[in-house]
Each structure stands twice: as C-alpha cells, then as structure tokens.
C-alpha cells in the first residue's frame, strides 16, 4: 500500500504553505477566506442515501470540501444500522486506504460506543467523556498520516455529544498571520514527541516525533495534534513554547470560524481530518437510546480537492 509522500515545505514550484512563497500564500488566503461559510448550516448537503449519491449530491459535497475540508451529509437513511453506508460514502469520494487500527472492528470500521473494557484502558472515543481537540492519528507516523475521514451517526446521545470542527488551513492562516516563525516551528521534524503506547507494560506502538503541518507531495497541507497534555511532548525552545500556547488559545477561544454540530440519525461527516473535539455526552439506557457513530480512517484524500483542483 503507497501512501502521499511528505516533503518539506520549502518544495519547489508556487506553494502558500513555503514560507518563502509569500505571493502564493497571499493568493491562496485571499481566495480561501472569500466567503468563507459562517455557521454550521453552510455545510450540511441534503442526499438521499448516502450508498448511492446522485452526480448532483456528490458535486454539491465536493464543493463544500474544497472550501472547508469537511462537509455534513444529512440523508434519509435515519437510524440504519449499516456499515456499508460510511464505506460507500467514503469510496464515492476515492477513499480507499482505510487505516485498520487496532481497536477498529474487523472491517476497518469503527463503531464508536461507549464501550468498558475499552473506556478503562484510556480510550476516551470509547466512553462519554468529552474528547479534546486533535486531528485523527496524530500518533501516526508520515508513511500512515490520516487524511480523511468519514462519520455517520446512526443514533445520537439522549444528551450532549455535540462536535466543534475546525480547518486546518484556517488554523495555519491564523498562526501565520501572527507571526510567521510560529509556522517555521511547527513544521519543524522534532516539534512534538507522542510516546509510546506501553499499555501492560508491552509497547504497542513507538514514540512518534515529528511536525504538527507537513506539506505533501501534491501541495496539500496536512496536521497532527493533540490537545491532551498527557500525550505529546513539545519541544522546549522558547519560540515552539509560545506558538503552542498561541494554538491552545486559539482552540479554546470563540473563533467565528469554528463550527459546531451534533450529528443526527442518518447525518455524517466527510473531511480531510480537519480539527475536532466531542463534548461529554448521557445515554438513557432505560429509553434504549444510546449513540451510536460509525468511523472510517484513510490514508487517502478526498479526491477532487489537491491545492491545483482548487486552485488550478
């Protein structure tokens, strides 16, 4: 399996993500943030199932994705309990590598559910504790970043469980904005340390150590993090020091470019792993009500949205 390579960002030809290439980014910005959606609703596309979209649904999705990374699907499939509802969504879009983790389902689907056995070890996307802000497999070394994934809700929490989402690209247009060493930094190969995984006292999976934005092969941007203190290390100089608490402030602020939505029966998302978080959430198990959410990782992107699909 071939996965996008990572080269530097001083890679050669017009790209907004060198910081050399202040014309290229000042292009790119001004046509990224003109009419950028304000509200969650922007990003909701109405489809009938999510198996089988017309050219008409995926088109209208794809627009959405190449403004935002992301998009919502609200279709009439409701409370289905059909895994191959995220796969097929996923493959429409050219998701293919699907990242077969160690706690997915055989399939390489995620059921996320409150789960004990797996809550207790410290997975927290298996309990109802709220999730932090952080991209999908920012443990993941460059050759298995994840790129995209897919969600689709089949039943929802009786209360809470509510998602924040936030471009990547806004984050890196923010941070550059304030000052372009912040960017220089955290696209350093030594930025963040995630340990390793030594559950039971054997480990399973190494320290992983490199940059919080890489740049691919095709131009695109790509972030890792996480804001969970007991899971990253970050360098120590002064200047990473402070663009970290710059991007703590940022996420924990009130940014009119971050998106809130609590998914609903037969609702999904689809991105380029932007940023997220989940609230803490209630089942009512005496009600039967108890959420439900499907997850499909990929090593890949979502075809149709490369930095020159957009702005080629």
């Known amino acids: 399996m071939s996965h996008p390579a990572t080269v530097t960002p001083t890679m050669t030809g017009a790209n907004p993500f060198s910081l050399q290439d202040k014309e290229a980014y000042r292009r790119w910005r001004e046509q990224k943030l003109h009419a950028y959606p304000e509200t969650a609703e922007s990003l909701i596309v109405e489809v009938g199932d999510p198996r089988a979209l017309t050219e008409a649904e995926a088109g209208a999705i794809l627009r959405v994705c190449r403004k935002t990374n992301m998009a919502i699907y ?3 499939v409701g409370g289905q309990e059909d895994k191959t509802i995220a796969r097929a969504l996923g493959e429409r879009f050219g998701l293919q590598s699907l990242d077969n983790n ?3 389902d055989d399939d390489g689907i995620t059921s996320l559910q409150v789960v004990p056995g797996k809550s207790q070890r410290g ?3 298996y309990s109802n ?3 932090l802000w952080h991209t999908d497999g920012y443990y993941n070394s460059p050759e298995s970043f994840i790129r995209a994934f897919v969600l689709h809700c089949v039943s929802p929490a009786a209360e809470g469980g509510e998602n924040s989402l936030l471009d990547h690209e806004i984050v890196y247009i923010l941070l550059r904005d304030a000052n372009p060493d912040y960017i220089q930094v955290l696209m350093a190969p030594e930025a963040m340390t995630i340990p390793a995984n030594t559950e039971s006292g054997e480990e399973t999976r190494a320290a992983s150590v490199g940059s919080v934005f890489s740049v691919d092969a095709a131009g695109n941007l790509h972030m890792r993090y996480t804001a969970r203190t007991r899971s990253i290390l970050w360098k120590q100089d002064v ?3 402070e663009a970290v608490r710059f991007l703590e402030n940022l996420l924990a602020g009130d940014s009119r470019y971050v ?3 609590r998914l609903a029966p037969g ?5 380029n792993n932007v940023l997220h978080n ?3 959430f209630t089942d009512d198990m005496d009600k039967g009500i108890a959420r439900l959410v499907y997850r499909a990782r990929y090593y890949d992107r979502i075809h149709g949205t490369n930095l020159g699909d957009i702005s080629g």
């Open 259 to 261: 998106f809130h939505h």
């Open 129 to 131: 504790r709220r999730l």
């Open 278 to 280: 989940r609230t803490g």
């Open 74 to 76: 609200a279709s009439q």
């Open 102 to 104: 160690m706690l997915a």
């Open 123 to 125: 997975y927290i996307p």
């Open 239 to 241: 200047l990473t020091q």
């Open 267 to 271: 609702q999904g998302l689809i991105c």
